[in-house]
């Protein structure tokens, strides 16, 4: 089993910058899509930013694409988001994802990851 951990979140206020991380507990070769979703109050989890790890190809959705980037640093079994320009609606509980199977895609659903963390909370102030 693999444990994430998700750190980095905090408050800003508009127009700041936040960089998340999500360390995994052990090296799993056979992770190849990872992946943030994010959650507001009274809203449905929604996916920010998808990315298939042997090819470092991501994808975005259209609220965060050219402010958000997504990564990932196989020597330390870290994904990371960079968030910047950031707006009171990016305000929510982050969380992070991985998978082992299945396709890789932005319209993967929070529940048909293998393995999803416990979130951090990301508050935006105007």
């Known amino acids: 089993q693999v444990q994430l951990v998700e750190s980095g979140g905090g408050s800003v206020q508009a127009g700041g910058s936040l960089r998340l991380s999500c360390a995994a507990s052990?090296?799993?070769?056979?992770?190849?899509?990872m992946a943030w979703f994010r959650q507001a109050p009274g809203k449905e989890r929604e996916g920010v930013a998808t990315?298939?790890?042997?090819?470092?190809?991501?994808v975005y959705a259209n609220s965060v694409k050219g402010r958000f980037t997504i990564s990932h640093d196989y020597p330390k079994n870290t994904l990371y988001l960079q968030m910047n320009n950031l707006n009171p609606e990016d305000t929510a509980m982050y969380y992070c994802?991985?998978?082992?199977?299945?396709?890789?895609?932005?319209?993967?659903?929070?529940?048909?990851?293998?393995?999803r963390g416990q979130g951090t909370q990301v508050t935006v102030s105007s």
């Open positions: 052990r090296y799993t070769y056979s992770i190849y899509c």
């Open positions: 990315l298939y790890t042997p090819s470092g190809v991501a």
């Open positions: 994802a991985a998978a082992i199977a299945g396709s890789c895609s932005g319209s993967r659903r929070w529940p048909e990851y293998d393995y």
